[in-house]
């Protein structure tokens, strides 16, 4: 009995200690940015939210400057009346000439704060943040950082772009033979979009992809299961199945495909003793949404040589791409990764895999299979 008395005097007395916050008074912090300025100084920007019933609009974005991250929170919480909270982080984006310096130092700060989800989203923005996070992206989103947060999402979703959560980029930094990739913003309009793909050495972001580019480099990094894409073919690879027209000249122009509901599998096999000499196998299955002439679908020799001539295409730009990574000295499919995972001896490292990646001799075998000819003209 003594002992419950005391054990209830001492939680009566630790509850009196906790300090309240009330909703109202809370700026919930959702997004922020991050801009290289002068003399090495950072400028950050915070989107936060607030729960005021009575404010037209309850996202407020406040600027500051300081040499950290830690800094920039004091300098911003001077700003506005509300108490920063950064519980609700869900996006940080990082402006490319801060990134090319290096995210190492930024992520150590992401992985050590408790009140920030490992599972947000990084992005590189080749605008300053500040820009993109005070720009007009409202499409019924309370506030910009919510906006990029569900574009970036949906994206994932639709397999456009690889995942961006802080993990993951922290699993390929540490991952020997495997490079990270981030989401690449621009503003377009006064509102932002996904260029394409930032590429990392280690943790500096070095180039950039396109988005049609990004899609190849998907098909080498992981499997689709409902994804769609665009394919450009030289107009008189299919001149022997075209329809007779009076009306258009099929000759003239390239021959677009449009495909959606792809499904892939992927086979990369390393060469035992030989880390820079690799074999990817593609095997590739889609439905026909679109294509630019008309083609009798109906002749099977006219499918099968259109299947041949996307197998053909595909893999010209698989190996266009690669050259992008060769000059780049990046791997973000993470060839050398494979290589370590299937030899036990001669194991790449960090140093040396950097080095060997001018030197990859990828061979690329695509088969492709049209499942459905549902098109329109």
Request: glycine content about 6%; some cysteine; charged content about 25%.
């Amino acid at each position: 009995m003594k002992k419950a008395a005391i054990l209830l005097m001492v939680m009566t007395f630790l509850t009196g200690c906790i300090p309240k916050n009330y909703i109202e008074r809370l700026g919930i912090i959702t997004a922020v940015g991050y801009d290289l300025i002068e003399d090495d100084r950072l400028r950050g920007t915070l989107v936060m939210f607030q729960f005021d019933p009575t404010a037209a609009n309850n996202s407020q974005v406040v600027t500051g400057e300081a040499e950290t991250s830690k800094g920039i929170r004091f300098a911003t919480n001077r700003l506005t009346s509300q108490q920063l909270v950064s519980g609700q982080v869900r996006l940080e984006i990082f402006q490319d000439q801060l990134a090319s310096k290096g995210m190492m130092k930024y992520m150590d700060t992401l992985q050590r704060d408790a009140k920030i989800s490992d599972m947000g989203y990084l992005a590189v923005s080749n605008v300053p943040t500040s820009n993109m996070l005070k720009s007009n992206n409202s499409e019924s989103h309370p506030n910009t950082g919510n906006y990029i947060q569900q574009l970036i999402e949906k994206s994932i979703k639709d397999e456009s772009i690889p995942n961006a959560v802080l993990t993951g980029f922290m699993h390929d930094f540490y991952d020997t033979g495997k490079d990270p990739v981030l989401p690449l913003l621009t503003l377009e309009e006064d509102k932002t979009v996904i260029q394409g793909l930032g590429l990392f050495q280690d943790d500096r972001f070095v180039d950039a992809i396109s988005h049609e580019q990004t899609f190849y480099l998907m098909l080498m990094k992981q499997e689709f299961d409902h994804g769609q894409f665009q394919i450009e073919l030289d107009s008189d690879s299919m001149q022997d199945f075209y329809r007779k027209s009076t009306n258009e000249q099929v000759s003239e122009g390239d021959l677009h495909v449009s495909l959606h509901e792809l499904s892939t599998e992927r086979t990369i096999k390393p060469t035992k003793g030989q880390p820079t000499k690799q074999s990817v196998h593609l095997k590739m299955e889609s439905r026909l949404l679109e294509i630019t002439k008309e083609i009798e679908l109906k002749d099977k020799k006219a499918i099968n040589a259109l299947e041949k001539e996307l197998e053909i295409a595909i893999e010209k730009k698989l190996g266009s791409i690669m050259t992008i990574f060769k000059e780049a000295q990046v791997d973000p499919v993470g060839f050398g990764a494979k290589y370590n995972t299937e030899n036990r001896s001669n194991r790449v490292t960090n140093e040396n895999w950097r080095e060997q990646i001018p030197e990859l001799d990828i061979e690329f075998k695509v088969d492709f299979k049209l499942l459905r000819y549902g098109i329109t003209e």
